[in-house]
């Protein structure tokens, strides 16, 4: 299995800041297809995740462009460039280059 | 607008099976997309337990052995069956839709609790 390792695993971020979340793949998440299969995910409190990015840098439709996605190979970044106050939750970064499809650890977005 | 609910019960002896179906609405289950279900243990991440389309079935190997994915066309649903479950087996259980190659829409989720 392909081992996503997330850091870092709690982020308290001032409002209006910026916040960064790096997450690196244990193999390359390059599919034969050529394609980097790795999306960002976000799970508010009490909900189902939803996705945000998709092939590392794809914002998913309705995604606020104040969150971008970055990265090749076996390293990636979210950032979001000013945490507003529905930004609280939990990131997950997801690869699906190979089954079965693993998550990170998980990312604890917080304000200070 | 594509709509997912996860159903069955909330309580499940150890040993036993674990049986939940996730009705589909909005979308035939018979489409070109993959139907999974994904697991999250109270306060923990996520697991990708497995999916299912009408091309067949891909399981997580960690879960392959107790695993069991269904669909019922008629029901327009899909049922996930986990066998001789233990206390790590709770966990509140998704059920999501996998538009390659990202999940584009999720139920609510639905808490197992393994538990005598």
């Known amino acids: 299995d392909i081992v996503m390792t997330q850091t870092p695993l709690s982020s308290p971020v001032t409002l209006g800041q910026p916040a960064s979340i790096s997450c690196r793949s244990s193999?390359?998440?390059?599919?034969?297809?050529?394609?980097?299969?790795l999306s960002w995910l976000q799970q508010r409190p009490g909900q189902p995740p939803r996705v945000l990015i998709y092939k590392i840098s794809n914002r998913f439709s309705g995604v606020p462009d104040r969150f971008s996605g970055s990265g090749a190979g076996t390293d990636f970044t979210l950032k979001i460039s000013r945490v507003e106050a529905e930004d609280v939750g939990v990131y997950y970064c997801m690869q699906a280059a190979q089954l079965p499809y693993t998550f990170g650890q998980g990312t604890k977005l917080e304000i200070k | 607008q594509v709509q997912l609910q996860e159903s069955g019960p909330g309580l499940v002896k150890p040993s036993g099976t674990l049986s939940l179906t996730c009705a589909v609405s909005?979308?035939?289950?018979?489409?070109?997309?993959?139907w999974s279900w994904v697991r999250q243990p109270p306060g923990k991440g996520l697991e990708w337990i497995g999916e299912i389309s009408h091309s067949g079935t891909n399981y997580n190997p960690s879960l392959k052995s107790r695993v069991t994915m269904s669909v019922d066309k008629s029901k327009n649903q899909l049922s996930l069956n986990l066998s001789s479950v233990t206390a790590a087996d709770t966990a509140v259980y998704y059920c999501a839709r996998f538009q390659w190659p990202y999940f584009t829409y999720w139920g609510q989720g639905t808490l197992v609790t393994v538990s005598s």
């Open positions: 909005g979308e035939s289950i018979s489409s070109s997309n993959w």
């Open positions: 193999q390359s998440l390059v599919h034969s297809d050529g394609n980097t299969y």
